[in-house]
């Protein structure tokens, strides 16, 4: 592992994709969890570069390993064989250093915490000063349209909005690298519209690389600039489709022929990547 | 949202005060029932006849087998209010030894100490057992076997051997009541102190949070809720321990003495007074932590 990373500044060899501002690099990394019914091949043979600034979407069936996939890439889970080096470290070395921001499935706001304590979670344990913590706390849930609820506590709060907390804690100590594991996927398709446009917004002003997990064609084809399919059993990378609609989209895109072809493709992948059968 | 809250709370409130009333109407009735039949062999009914005659003598025996509610609740009248609370000796003003209170308050400090003791032991025993594998599986056996012995077999083991160390009064009995008492903390905390997700965790981990920080900032908040939980049940048990452990020395003060002094001299209502005591002394307890319960809840922002 620690080889990737030495290699790095150099440019890998062989590879077509400049690499000299990657952020994430992943080469032939599988992952294979033991139970008591036998061996499940979460991951298998993934090679995935990823460079600053992109916003990357993980997209497939359940059970295809995007969520492990992007939990390997922050150190929750250990891969079994291949290499893989984030900013350069190791996983564990990019989470020791607190490299990335994680925003899970649900928004996991600690509930005895007003929203202000929430996003000073992270800064409490980096041991920021108090007028520090206050400042970010302050800048980051203007950032996510929720100044004014500093002082509430998680329940007072709707679920999207819960959310947009759990952004800006994640946010709050301006990681350079965003990972979002189906943030959205328990909400309501319009509050769901909503918070698409306002996380492209905020990608545009931060210019963060993003990956993003999702189960969604039409939000992974709206929010990013490349489209990772994956397909189950094992979990493996089946294609990876650039999604080149510009800066500055709004919802309205969706009607384009451009966005329809390239939501087509991503339906196709999956289609080709899941059988029905089994 | 407030007014919403009230109009729900009101006529909840309003719909429990009939059926308790009924209740307890129909123990009261019960209770003054079964004085006649539970005195029926004393010498004071022997020659009294007519049922009502009879039912009335029954309610107002002097060492009744059963005494009436009224005859418990004069006595416990007569021995609280109705006595002195204070008394001057040599060493200045004390708490009077014929007052209940006095009595109360003995068995209050040691119920109150044992307590403190008791539930810092259990949430210890708890931290222990959810940080470290080996303190769990060796400590656990022995947390519930502790439970499996009978108190009234131990607590005159303790008090002796103390007793022998020269440790008498107040410190044994807290320690029978500690005894009693950890247990339900340390069971409530490490439910509590586990009840994090994995995903509150794994953001901790994402933070590369240290442990204590962990600790601190995720399972000890979370287990508050379990702890007050336990704290309840560790209070009353704690007042039965410090009960208990006035029992075997044959203790001169509290509401333990008082029982045992009753049964020696056939004095049922005392006793009945004592034990209607400590039942109020309980209640009170209670009462105190449910309140602590609800202004820390509140403070940590749980829903009303």
């Keep these: 592992m620690s080889d990737a990373a030495l290699d790095r500044p150099a ?46 979407s993980f997209i497939g069936p359940s059970g295809c390993g995007k969520t492990t996939l992007l939990r390997v890439i922050a150190d929750l889970e250990q891969a079994s064989s291949g290499q893989i080096s984030v900013n350069g470290l190791t996983p564990e070395e990019a989470r020791l250093n607190r490299q990335y921001g994680y925003v899970f499935q ?6 005895w915490r007003t929203i202000e304590k929430n996003v000073m979670l992270p800064l409490e344990v980096f041991g920021m000063t108090a007028a520090e913590r206050t400042a970010r706390a302050r800048k980051y849930l203007a950032l996510v349209n929720l100044a004014g609820f500093e002082q509430k506590f998680p329940w007072q709060l709707s679920g999207g909005m819960q959310q947009r907390a759990s952004i800006a804690r994640a946010l709050s100590f301006d990681p350079q690298l965003l990972l979002m594991d189906e943030p959205f996927g328990a909400l309501d398709e319009i509050v769901r519209d909503k918070l698409n ?10 210019r963060k690389t993003v990956i993003f997990v999702t189960h969604s064609i039409p939000e992974a084809v709206f929010l990013s600039t490349r489209i990772v399919v994956m397909s189950p059993r094992p979990g493996r990378i089946i294609d990876i489709i650039d999604c080149d609609l510009g800066d500055n989209r709004s919802l309205d895109i969706r009607e384009t022929p451009r966005f329809l072809a390239i939501a087509q493709r991503v339906r196709e992948g999956l289609r080709a990547g899941h059988s029905y059968d089994d | 949202m407030s007014a919403a809250a009230s109009s729900r709370a009101v006529p909840r409130k309003a719909g429990s005060t009939v059926p308790v009333l009924v209740i307890t109407a129909m123990i009261m009735a019960a209770w003054y029932a079964a004085c006649l039949p539970m005195n029926n062999d004393l010498p004071q009914l022997a020659r009294v006849t007519g049922l009502a005659e009879r039912y009335q003598v029954s309610w107002a025996i002097e060492r009744p087998v059963l005494p009436a509610p ?41 119920t109150l100490l044992g307590f403190a003791m008791g539930s810092l032991l259990g949430i210890v025993i708890a931290i222990g057992i959810v940080h470290s594998r080996t303190l769990s599986k060796s400590l656990m056996p022995w947390v519930i076997i502790s439970q499996t012995i009978p108190i009234l077999a131990i607590a005159p083991i303790v008090i002796v051997a103390l007793g022998s160390i020269g440790l008498t009064g107040l410190v044994p009995k807290a320690i029978i009541s500690a005894y009693l008492c950890f247990f339900p903390v340390a ?15 794994d953001l901790m981990r994402t933070y590369n949070g240290s442990v204590a920080q962990t600790f601190w900032k995720l399972r000890w908040p979370a287990a508050v809720p379990f702890l007050f939980a336990s704290l309840k049940v560790a209070i009353t048990i704690s007042l039965v321990g410090a009960i208990v452990g006035e029992l075997p020395t044959g203790a001169q003060a509290g509401l333990g003495a008082r029982l045992l002094s009753g049964s020696y001299f056939g004095q049922t209502i005392q006793i009945w007074s004592a034990l209607l005591f400590a039942a109020l002394l309980a209640a009170l307890l209670v009462v105190a932590v449910t309140l602590a319960e609800r202004l820390t809840l509140k403070a940590m922002g749980s829903r009303p």
Excluded: C
């Design chain 1, 11 to 56: 440019g890998p060899a062989g590879r077509s994709d400049g690499l000299s501002d990657g952020v994430i690099d992943i080469r032939d990394l599988s992952l294979t969890f033991q139970t008591a019914d036998g061996p499940v091949y979460a991951l298998s043979h993934v090679d995935l570069a990823v460079r600053k600034g992109e916003f990357i």
């Design chain 1, 106 to 111: 649900a928004p996991a706001l600690y509930p």
């Design chain 1, 197 to 206: 446009e306002q996380l492209l917004r905020l990608w545009a002003e931060t």
């Design chain 2, 70 to 110: 009224h005859q418990i609740v004069t006595e416990l009248y007569n021995s609280t209010i109705g006595t002195r609370l204070f008394r001057e000796t040599a060493d200045g003003v004390v708490l009077n030894p014929r007052n209940l209170v006095f009595h109360a308050w003995v068995t209050l400090s040691a």
């Design chain 2, 187 to 201: 069971i409530g905390m490490v439910k509590g102190l586990l009840s994090p997700d994995t995903m509150q965790l």
